[in-house]
T-cell receptor, first 114, second 115 residues
Framework: DQQVKQNSPSLSVQEGRISILNCDYT??????FLWYKKYPAEGPTFLIS?????DKNEDGRFTVFLNKSAKHLSLHIVPSQPGDSAVYFC?????????????FGQGTILTVHP | NAGVMQNPRHLVRRRGQEARLRCSPM?????VYWYRQLPEEGLKFMVY????????ESGMPKERFSAEFPKEGPSILRIQQVVRGDSAAYFC?????????????FGEGSRLTVL
């Protein structure tokens, strides 16, 4: 049962343009969402998060949008840079006593071309 | 660098051997999580430990896998009698407290290859 889904395995974008990465979830109990970025042969690093009480959170070039009725979130990167090329995972924590028990999507490989 | 340290980075084992993966959390962190990433998949939660206690092992296979986080020393993920399907990247993460926001600090991973 894939509770967090990233249906696009890959995305290719030109430098300077917008990158939009999408994520869908099925569990309506999720109340917090995160995006992690991962370079090859490295561990994931936290990028940005959003609470379910908000519909948007912005941090520099990165903005995450949450549509609770559609159970959908997206990560916008503007402007995209070649250094943004990585795998992006969306994730949701289980909460309760399972702190840090994250459910991850399958990831989207972003390639930003110079 | 006081980040999460994992070793070995790469480990090759033959079927039936044992694999031991070690994780030293960030300084001051007492909460450790292990995740596994199979090829072409996302990370899957395995186990959550605090010092000397297993808090949640709902993601651990029932057999051959065990984890510990002793009072002194690193956390250990142990896989006995490895099989080819155990080949994966194993990531350790830590947090200062029992975070309910999921912001974890990950190590670089240990890549297990079973021949």
């Amino acid at each position: 049962d894939q509770q967090v889904k990233q249906n696009s395995p890959s995305l290719s974008v030109q430098e300077g343009r917008i990158s939009i990465l999408n994520c869908d979830y099925t569990n309506s109990m999720f109340d917090y969402f995160l995006w992690y970025k991962k370079y090859p042969a490295e561990g994931p690093t936290f990028l940005i998060s959003i609470s379910s009480i908000k519909d948007k959170n912005e941090d520099g070039r990165f903005t995450v949008f949450l549509n609770k009725s559609a159970k959908h979130l997206s990560l916008h990167i503007v402007p995209s840079q070649p250094g943004d090329s990585a795998v992006y995972f969306c994730a949701a924590p289980g909460g309760g006593t399972s702190y840090g028990k994250l459910t991850f999507g399958q990831g989207t490989i972003l390639t930003v071309h110079p | 660098n006081a980040g999460v340290m994992q070793n070995p980075r790469h480990l090759v084992r033959r079927r039936g051997q044992e694999a031991r993966l070690r994780c030293s959390p960030m300084k001051g962190h007492s909460h450790v999580y292990w995740y596994r990433q199979l090829p072409e998949e996302g990370l899957k939660f395995m186990v959550y430990l605090q010092k000397e206690n297993i808090i949640d092992e709902s993601g651990m296979p029932k057999e051959r896998f065990s984890a510990e986080f002793p009072k002194e020393g690193p956390s250990i993920l142990r896989i006995q009698q490895v099989v080819r399907g155990d080949s994966a990247a194993y990531f350790c993460a830590s947090s200062l407290s029992g975070t309910n926001t999921g912001e974890l600090f990950f190590g670089e991973g240990s890549r297990l290859t079973v021949l």
